[in-house]
T-cell receptor, first 113, second 114 residues
Framework: DTGVSQDPRHKITKRGQNVTFRCDPI?????LYWYRQTLGQGPEFLTY????????KSRLLSDRFSAERPKGSFSTLEIQRTEQGDSAMYLC???????????FGPGTRLLVL | AQTVTQSQPEMSVQEAETVTLSCTYD???????LFWYKQPPSRQMILVIR??????QNATENRFSVNFQKAAKSFSLKISDSQLGDAAMYFC???????????FGKGTMLLVSP
């Protein structure tokens, strides 16, 4: 394992359904980040974890979004009652420590119909 | 709030030529970090180069170098001897010191022609 992995890579869902994405960081990295990237834009920060603790959440993360990182390893991002505006690429990144380089995963592309 | 502006939506360069991508940022902080990330089509984002604001010397990584003008809040990326594999979306990003989340610009699409 040499990089950040995300699953699934693509997800198509109907409006109102719940979806869950998974991110597996680089094994020794204790910081994990979630970003959202819409078409033609740069990634926007959603939330991040240090080990299992969720340290910050962006105002972009409405109450329909929840993220977890049990045991400080992989993380999940759940979107409840999806809306068409949730269609985006969801990126995960990890780093060894604060201000260390963030390594990104390939992303999960979500399409809400 | 910090902002990052990339004013060039698209740039073109021929192989072996040099191209410069522009980035400006706005912050009231004195301790911060700047990054250039590359995102090839349908591939994941990778770090190209990083610059610590407290360092006066411009960062270089092989064919990639930056021109960091702290007073002007400018952080441009120069790619020398461009290669076809350099074709990608390039994002400029900012992070406050001790605060690791990244703020990205909208990106510049770099096209490389033979």
């Amino acid at each position: 394992d040499t990089g950040v992995s995300q699953d699934p890579r693509h997800k198509i869902t109907k409006r109102g359904q719940n979806v869950t994405f998974r991110c597996d960081p680089i094994s020794e990295h204790n910081r994990l980040y979630w970003y959202r990237q819409t078409l033609g834009q740069g990634p926007e920060f959603l939330t991040y974890f240090q080990n299992e603790a969720q340290l910050e959440k962006s105002r972009l993360l409405s109450d329909r979004f929840s993220a977890e990182r049990p045991k400080g390893s992989f993380s999940t991002l759940e979107i409840q009652r999806t809306e068409q505006g949730d269609s985006a690429m969801y990126l995960c990144a990890s780093s060894l420590a604060v201000m260390e380089t963030q390594y990104f995963g390939p992303g999960t592309r979500l399409l809400v119909l | 709030a910090q902002t990052v502006t990339q004013s060039q939506p698209e740039m073109s360069v021929q192989e072996a030529e040099t191209v410069t991508l522009s980035c400006t940022y706005d912050t009231s902080e004195s301790d911060y970090y700047l990054f250039w990330y590359k995102q090839p089509p349908s591939r994941q984002m990778i770090l190209v180069i990083r610059q610590e604001a407290y360092k006066q010397q411009n960062a270089t990584e092989n064919r990639f170098s930056v021109n960091f003008q702290k007073a002007a809040k400018s952080f441009s990326l120069k790619i020398s001897d461009s290669q076809l594999g350099d074709a990608a979306m390039y994002f400029c990003a900012f992070s406050e010191g001790g605060y690791s989340t990244l703020t990205f610009g909208k990106g510049t699409m770099l096209l490389v022609s033979p």
